[in-house]
């Protein structure tokens, strides 16, 4: 009796022992776990070691990889400075550097995972009837699963909304415009845990990072706009705040129109409208694209027939290489930025005969 009795009680000994474990291990586990405080998407630009946030410009064709950077406090009352953890070894936000630790030195975590966005407002043209429309212009996350999970991703100027212009030209692989990045970091410590137990995102606009890749020369102004959405004013409902607001969506990369793309252009090349000397130039491959800097027409020339203009881009094996003609292509602002061809937008006959003006606004110091 005495020896079940005793088994009873080492049995019932072991048994409140391992649920004791069973409990204290997953509470152990979470206070060990650190806690996600911040997170941030930095720019890599041609592979220099420091991942950037903020306002990040650089020239067109350069590459440049996004890279989530994330920090960590201890859990409970541990005292302790923030712990950062990126891919890259460096990185600046606000313009402090900061040395990181790689990723699979984050301690107490069963998995971490990247949801990788694009911020933007959505669609590639609005008309805005008032000023009401302008206090509601708004922007928002994209989910970009195309783009991955991984802490360190290559990076792309395509904006969500590409797809849904129209366009009259060929399907560049576009390397220049303007487009901001959101990184959302979740976090479980159950390695087969279904949804996160923490979950950090990454500033929002106007603090949400934002990388702008000018083309060089004459097209840097009318290239930065590219991935931004156009908006015409409608209406008269515009006191001076109205426009104001207006102007300053522009000035903060948020938005163009055609009037504020077009007044940068004149002011880069230190010219008005009225100053402008306009040659025309016919269409049907007789007239030669002059190399930068040495005449007209040349990439960064205005275009125009009427008040219907556009940018003079770049000669197509379309048409006559080398000659211009309604193959070529510019950049066009008339219902969002897009690239097209030159007998997409000015009138041209079977025989590819058609007129329009050139001029050379100067070129962008």
């Known amino acids: 009796m005495q020896g079940n009795r005793l088994l009873f009680l080492i049995m019932g000994g072991i048994v409140a022992v391992a649920a004791a474990v069973l409990w204290f291990l997953p509470r152990a586990e979470r ?145 220049f415009g303007t487009l901001r990045y959101q990184v959302w970091v979740e976090a479980a410590i159950d390695g087969d845990a279904l949804v996160p137990d923490q979950r950090v995102k990454s500033p929002a606009p106007p603090d949400a990072t934002r990388l702008e890749a000018r083309l060089p020369g004459a097209l840097g102004t009318s290239s930065a706009v590219f991935g931004l959405p156009g908006i015409h004013r409608e209406g008269d409902g515009w006191d001076a705040s109205a426009v104001a607001r207006l102007q300053q969506l522009y ?19 230190g010219v008005t409208w009225e100053d402008l000397t306009w040659e025309l130039a016919p269409l049907d491959g007789s007239t030669g694209w002059s190399a930068a800097g040495e005449g007209s027409p040349a990439p960064g020339d205005l275009v125009h027939v009427g008040d219907r203009w556009a940018v003079l881009f770049a000669d197509s094996a379309e048409g006559a290489v080398g000659m211009l003609d309604g193959a070529d292509l510019c950049l066009d602002f008339d219902a969002g930025a897009t690239v097209r061809r030159l007998d997409r937008i000015f009138t041209v006959n079977e025989e590819g005969e058609g007129d329009v003006f050139v001029a050379a606004p100067g070129r962008p110091l």
Do not use: N
């Open 251 to 269: 000035d903060d990369r948020l938005a163009f129109s055609q009037v504020s793309v077009l007044r940068d252009i004149l002011a880069a090349g």
């Open 31 to 175: 206070l060990r776990a650190p806690t996600l405080s911040a997170a941030w998407v930095g720019v890599e630009v041609a592979g220099d070691g420091v991942a950037r946030t903020g306002d990040i410009e650089m020239v067109a064709g350069q590459g440049f990889r996004l890279h989530a950077i994330l920090a960590t406090e201890p859990r409970g009352d541990e005292p302790g400075e923030p712990v950062y953890y990126s891919a890259v070894p460096q990185v600046e936000i606000d313009g402090r550097r900061i040395e990181t630790l790689p990723p699979e030195r984050i301690g107490g975590l069963g998995w971490v995972r990247m949801l990788w966005f694009s911020v933007e407002h959505g669609v590639p043209f609005r008309e805005l009837e008032d000023g009401a429309d302008v206090e509601r212009f708004a922007y928002e996350p994209f989910f970009r699963p195309e783009w991955g999970s991984a802490w360190s991703i290559d990076g792309t100027l395509e904006a969500h909304f590409d797809g849904w212009l129209e366009k009259d030209g060929p399907d560049i692989d576009r390397d």
